[in-house]
T-cell receptor
Framework: KAGVTQTPRYLIKTRGQQVTLSCSPI?????VSWYQQTPGQGLQFLFE???????NKGNFPGRFSGRQFSNSRSEMNVSTLELGDSALYLC?????????????FGAGSRLTVL | QKEVEQDPGPLSVPEGAIVSLNCTYS??????FMWYRQYSRKGPELLMY????GNKEDGRFTAQVDKSSKYISLFIRDSQPSDSATYLC??????????????FGQGTILTVHP
C-alpha cells in the first residue's frame, strides 16, 4: 500500500505570496490532518478533514485554509506569506472516523519564505 | 506552560544501551498516547500506541503510561545506531473535539554511537 504522498517536497516563496500544498492519503483513509513543524514550536495541529468537511481546527490565523476532495485528497493553502510561515508542513491520514487518531504521516513539504 | 513537556536532549548513548525517554502532561482528558520516531528529512513514523494506562511491548520497545502521574515513557532495549532519530511523544483526547488532533512534545534527539 502506498503511503501518504505530499507535493511539492520543497518550495521557496517570497513574503506576500500564497502557496498551495497537496496531500494524497493512504488508499481507503478518509481522514486527513495537517500539521506545521518548526524548530521553535514543534508540531502543531492545523486542521482535519473527513468526507470533504473540516471537523477540527487548530489555533492558526485565517490565512491558513484547506479543503478535501471527494477522493480524499487534500490541499492546504497559505495566503499572504510571512517569514514565520517557513516550516515543514506535514499531512497525515487515518482510516478511523472516530477520535482515536492513529495517524500516518507523509514526508512533508518544506516551505521557505524569503 | 505547554500541555506536553518533553526533554529535548540531545541524548547520546553507546550501542547496546537501554534508552529511557519520557514526557509529562497536564491535560487529564488525554486518553491515547503515542510515540513517533522521526528521521532527518522524513515525516514522523508511529512506533507505539497505547490507550489509557498500562504497558505495551513491541520487540525492543516498551511504552508505559501512568495516568495518575500524567507521565509516559518509552524504553528502547539493546539500542542500535539505526535508532538514532528524534523521538516524539504525542497524545490525544477522545471524542469529536479531538478529530485528527495530536498534541506533541518537543521531541528528544537520540544518537546511538557504535
Amino acid at each position: 500500500k502506498a503511503g501518504v504522498t505530499q507535493t511539492p517536497r520543497y518550495l521557496i516563496k517570497t513574503r506576500g505570496q500564497q502557496v498551495t500544498l497537496s496531500c494524497s492519503p493512504i488508499s481507503g483513509h478518509r481522514s486527513v490532518s495537517w500539521y506545521q513543524q518548526t524548530p521553535g514550536q514543534g508540531l502543531q495541529f492545523l486542521f482535519e478533514y473527513f468526507s470533504e468537511t473540516q471537523r477540527n481546527k487548530g489555533n492558526f490565523p485565517g490565512r491558513f485554509s484547506g479543503r478535501q476532495f471527494s477522493n480524499s485528497r487534500s490541499e492546504m493553502n497559505v495566503s499572504t506569506l510571512e517569514l514565520g510561515d517557513s516550516a515543514l508542513y506535514l499531512c497525515a491520514s487515518s482510516e478511523s472516523s472516530s477520535g482515536a487518531n492513529v495517524l500516518t504521516f507523509g514526508a512533508g513539504s518544506r516551505l521557505t519564505v524569503l | 506552560q505547554k500541555e506536553v513537556e518533553q526533554d529535548p536532549g540531545p541524548l547520546s548513548v553507546p550501542e547496546g544501551a537501554i534508552v529511557s525517554l519520557n514526557c509529562t502532561y497536564s491535560n487529564s482528558a488525554f486518553q491515547y498516547f503515542m510515540w513517533y520516531r522521526q528521521y532527518s528529512r522524513k515525516g514522523p513514523e508511529l512506533l507505539m500506541y497505547t490507550y489509557s494506562s498500562g504497558n505495551k511491548e513491541d520487540g525492543r520497545f516498551t511504552a508505559q503510561v501512568d495516568k495518575s502521574s500524567k507521565y509516559i515513557s518509552l524504553f528502547i532495549r539493546d539500542s542500535q545506531p539505526s535508532d538514532s532519530a528524534t523521538y516524539l511523544c504525542a497524545m490525544s483526547e477522545a471524542g469529536g473535539t479531538s478529530y485528527g488532533k495530536l498534541t506533541f512534545g518537543q521531541g528528544t534527539i537520540l544518537t546511538v554511537h557504535p
